[in-house]
């Protein structure tokens, strides 16, 4: 009897011990281990335990993998899911916010088994690796479109991911990625918290903000988030001192989480490209704040899913707007193969990406503040400076000197990574444009006003001159008017007018629009005979406004917005898209804006 009883409390012990850790079986090698990271014996001691138990019942592993794989492939998997919420059970959510999408996604695994919070390191660590590949392609192509490296080097090491140029290529990807990469240390953080002075200690030395140290702060977080109150507030006293500290309330991810949702937010049409372009360059502003508040909800998962995590059920949700840029993957997919395979930027990839923002928008979540900045500035200019006339960029050219011709406007000098971003800033300033960065408020589109350009109305009239010389005369009228003027005065210009009528009916045009525009005269090149102080004289008194006729305001507005503006005077709605532009028309051709006056001057062309 005493044998059995002996036997039988010591199995009861082992029970005990694989469902509860026994802390009386530390060793040497666990007590100085705590000393670094005070809670890895539950983390050692649990994963040895399963272990040992896995083996001895391989048919609790093998259930559990084809459970793994029935939450992989059941509940309507759809392209595009996010890896973060793959495997996960759906409910659905019938109060929540239209924006935040129909269903909240549940991982009941995650809380029973802690096998996938084990595999997290590892999974995180091949993930990077298969970052760096993907990296270290894009690296190559820079090395090549740089004459770097010549087009057999480059499609050797894409084939063979081996030999010098490959490791060159690696190792450039790692050295512009160094801020965020998984090192050491972060690997066995993920296995096991250290002691929070010496996380602190590895953040400083690494440059990096020191994490969130109390579980209690994420779940106010969460809480104050659906409640709509700021989750790092005055109520949340660790996000709160973190945030004046200047720190994340939260940690690293706080930011990405709401860029991302602001991208959401384009995808949904609830924001423009503009406010988007401000919010996530600048951080600030009402549309920040907004995409912040969504966020931090969408971060609680509603009333079910505050109750689901505090029960310790994670979860996440999927809302509408990600899901609408996730399912375009293909088609950008498709139009990138075209691209790398015609090399045409400007006829494959850039039109789509013009018609789908917010997937150009999701593509800048992956990249560097600075990054980000430049290729938004490097974006405004030219917008700004393709939406100028003729006359005005030749003389911007003259304003903005030497640096903007070789380094942003010639394409075969051209080099945006040359410019500092205080040099790109002023040039958008000068150009009219909104300047966000770090010269935000000292700059204002009020410089380009100061310089010493061509009146816009002028400029603007200029240019529709030129236009409807082409569009009426052709392009073979510039030649014969070469031709014309290289021969000498008398009997053989006589005689080349006569073989080119074109041209007496290309002046008497060009006659007629001076006069109905004389303040432009001395701005068009070919027309010397009003260069007289007579008719300067006439030019300063006239109204300033185009005086057009209709065939070249139809010119200028084309036929279907023309027709529009004729239907208006009989009564009609503009339509909001052709108010806009005719808005725009008003600003560039001196009716400071108003549509009505413009209108009226067209309509009573002759």
Avoid: C
Avoid at 145 to 164: F, H, S
Avoid at 264 to 276: G, P, S
Avoid at 329 to 336: F, I
Wanted: avoid cysteine; hydrophobic fraction near 35%.
């Amino acid at each position: 009897m005493s044998d059995a009883r002996y036997a039988s409390s010591r199995f009861s012990e082992f029970v005990r011990d694989s469902a509860l850790l026994n802390y009386n079986r530390r060793t040497n090698f666990d007590s100085w281990l705590s000393m670094i990271m005070p809670f890895e014996f539950w983390g050692t001691h649990s994963a040895y335990s399963w272990a040992v138990n896995s083996i001895d019942r391989p048919a609790m592993l093998s259930n559990y993998l084809r459970i793994k794989k029935f939450l992989n492939t059941a509940y309507r998997p759809e392209e595009g899911l996010p890896s973060r919420l793959k495997g996960k059970i759906r409910i659905p959510l019938p109060f929540a916010p239209e924006w935040m999408g129909k269903n909240l996604f549940v991982d009941p695994l995650r809380m029973a088994l802690p096998f996938d919070s084990w595999l997290s390191p590892f999974e995180k660590s091949q993930q990077q690796q298969a970052g760096d590949v993907g990296t270290a392609k894009r690296v190559l192509q820079e090395l090549r479109n740089d004459g770097m490296i010549t087009d057999a080097e480059y499609n050797q090491a894409v084939v063979t991911q081996a030999g010098p140029v490959w490791d060159r290529a690696v190792t450039l990807a790692r050295q512009d990625d160094s801020e965020e990469r998984l090192n050491g240390f972060d690997f066995m953080s993920m296995l096991t918290a250290p002691h929070v002075p010496i996380a602190w200690a590895w953040d400083v030395a690494n440059k990096r903000e020191p994490g969130a140290v109390l579980p209690l702060t994420n779940t106010l977080g969460s809480i104050y988030g659906l409640l709509g109150i700021d989750p790092a507030g005055p109520l949340n006293p660790e996000a709160a001192i973190r945030k004046q500290l200047g720190f994340h309330p939260f940690n690293k991810w706080d930011d990405y989480r709401v860029e991302r949702m602001l991208v959401n937010m384009l995808a949904d049409k609830t924001i423009q490209v503009d406010e988007f372009n401000q919010a996530f360059l600048t951080h600030k502003g009402d549309v920040w704040e907004t995409a912040y508040q969504r966020a931090a909800y969408e971060s609680s998962g509603g009333p079910l899913g505050l109750a689901l995590k505090t029960m310790g059920l994670p979860t996440g949700a999927y809302p509408e707007g990600e899901r609408t840029v996730r399912q375009l993957g293909d088609e950008y997919a498709a139009a990138l193969s075209e691209y790398q395979a015609t090399g045409d930027y400007g006829a494959t990839l850039a039109p789509w990406l013009e018609e789908h923002p917010e997937y150009e928008a999701r593509l800048a979540l992956f990249k560097k503040p600075e990054e980000r900045m430049r290729q938004f500035m490097v974006d405004q200019v030219w917008n700004k400076w393709n939406d100028l006339p003729s006359l005005t960029k030749r003389e911007m050219k003259d304003a903005l000197g030497r640096e903007f011709v070789e380094k942003f406007y010639d394409k075969e000098t051209r080099s945006y990574d040359s410019i500092p971003p205080e040099t790109m800033q002023m040039w958008l300033a000068l150009l009219g444009g909104e300047v966000p960065g770090k010269l935000e408020g000292t700059l204002s589109p009020s410089m380009y006003r100061d310089l010493q350009l061509t009146d816009p109305d002028k400029a603007w009239r200029v240019q529709t001159f030129y236009q409807n010389k082409e569009l009426q005369f052709g392009r073979f009228v510039g030649q014969a008017l070469d031709d014309y003027y290289a021969l000498e005065a008398g009997d053989a210009r006589k005689s080349f007018v006569g073989q080119h009528p074109e041209l007496k009916a290309y002046w008497d045009w060009r006659n007629d629009f001076i006069q109905r525009n004389p303040d432009v005269a001395t701005l068009i090149s070919d027309s010397p005979k009003y260069q007289t102080e007579e008719f300067q004289q006439q030019a300063a008194a006239a109204s300033g406004q185009p005086q057009f006729t209709r065939q070249e305001w139809r010119n200028q507005l084309g036929a279907w917005v023309d027709n529009l503006v004729l239907d208006y005077a009989d009564g009609e709605d503009l339509p909001p898209a052709v108010t806009e532009q005719l808005r725009d028309l008003a600003w560039n051709y001196g009716f400071q804006g108003d549509v009505e006056r413009l209108v009226e001057n067209i309509n009573s062309s002759p």
